[in-house]
């Protein structure tokens, strides 16, 4: 019985050995049997590029897209520019004028006829023409602008509105009025009888109606018009006019269409003379 015993042991030990010589040669499934240092390189390579589409927008997905709505803007008023209020001269009607010095520094608003003539500020009637003395024959230059108002504003500014059709009942030398209210309608009077109706209108500072060249205009015009035109009612030609009369004088000779034509006298055609008449009598035998 202890021979067998000792053989059973035997067998366990050599199992034991085969078991270990084993596992030095083929490691334990899943753990590599060799050592890291002969463990062969990675492969080398150029590094992969991966490509792909991104798909756009759907279209019909972006047109039924609205933008998003903002808040509505915030009317700011222009800043005052000075103590006085001013109005377009020419009310309900469309009107365009010109931006430039031709012949006089004046200029002319082109509307229709019997829009209504207001005046610029406040102030007070200076001169008033309700005739038309206007004549191509002598085409004298006080009465190119045909029927007229001017008004002596409070800024000390002389404005005229020149070629009406006609003067507001009421209006008047000395007549006190307010920034817009009516002096007259459009028309064509004065020289403007063959250019279709226009308001002549005019910058400069009072005078004595001889020197009637000074009222047509000493001031460039437009930029004012434009500035009431927009909604800027208080931009004043107060300060250009002060400086231009200060440089000119207050009574600055006539410069530019000054003279009147001279009416041409007709010439008297000579009469006929009728042929003599020739009477001759005989005396009877």
């Known amino acids: 019985m202890r021979s067998g015993l000792l053989g059973r042991w035997a067998v366990v030990a050599g199992a034991l050995l085969l078991t270990g010589a084993c596992a030095q040669s083929t490691g334990v499934a899943g753990v590599s049997a060799q050592s890291p240092e002969t463990v062969p390189p990675a492969a080398t390579g150029p590094t992969p590029v991966v490509t792909g589409t991104i798909p756009g927008p759907d279209a019909t997905t972006e047109a039924s897209m609205d933008p998003p709505k903002g808040k509505s803007p915030i009317n700011v008023p222009p800043p005052r520019l000075s103590d006085f209020t001013y109005a377009f001269p020419v009310t309900g009607c469309q009107v365009?004028?010109?931006?430039?010095?031709?012949?006089?520094?004046?200029?002319?608003?082109?509307?229709?006829k019997g829009c209504t003539f207001v005046?610029?500020?406040?102030?007070?009637?200076d001169e008033?023409?309700?005739?038309?003395?206007?004549?191509?024959?002598t085409d004298r230059g006080r009465d190119r602008e045909g029927r007229f108002v001017t008004v002596v504003g409070d800024d000390g500014?002389?404005?005229?509105?020149?070629?009406?059709?006609?003067?507001a009942a009421g209006v008047r030398p000395g007549t006190r009025v307010t920034?817009?209210?009516?002096?007259?309608?459009?028309?064509?009077?004065?020289?403007?009888?063959?250019?279709?109706?226009?308001?002549?209108?005019?910058?400069?500072?009072k005078t004595g109606s001889?020197?009637?060249?000074?009222?047509?205009?000493?001031?460039?015009?437009?930029?004012?018009?434009?500035?009431?035109?927009?909604?800027?009612?208080?931009l004043s030609p107060r300060e250009e006019t002060v400086a231009t009369r200060?440089?000119?004088?207050?009574?600055?000779?006539?410069?530019?269409?000054c003279a009147s034509k001279k009416p041409v006298k007709k010439k008297r055609e000579p009469r006929e003379t009728p042929d003599p008449v020739i009477t001759i009598t005989v005396n009877p035998t």
Not at 157 to 167: I, K, M
Not at 179 to 205: C, D, E, H, K
Not at 246 to 257: D, F
Request: charge should be positive; glycine fraction near 12%.
């Open 179 to 205: 920034a817009g209210q009516v002096l007259g309608r459009v028309g064509a009077s004065g020289n403007a009888r063959t250019q279709g109706p226009n308001l002549y209108f005019a910058i400069s500072w």
């Open 96 to 112: 365009s004028y010109q931006r430039q010095l031709l012949v006089l520094p004046k200029t002319t608003i082109w509307t229709g």
């Open 119 to 125: 005046s610029p500020t406040s102030g007070v009637v």
């Open 157 to 167: 500014v002389r404005y005229l509105g020149g070629h009406l059709d006609s003067v």
């Open 128 to 137: 008033v023409s309700t005739a038309d003395r206007w004549s191509a024959a």
């Open 210 to 234: 001889s020197a009637w060249w000074v009222r047509r205009g000493m001031v460039n015009p437009w930029r004012y018009l434009d500035a009431w035109l927009s909604g800027n009612r208080t």
């Open 246 to 257: 200060a440089r000119l004088g207050e009574t600055p000779r006539c410069q530019v269409q």
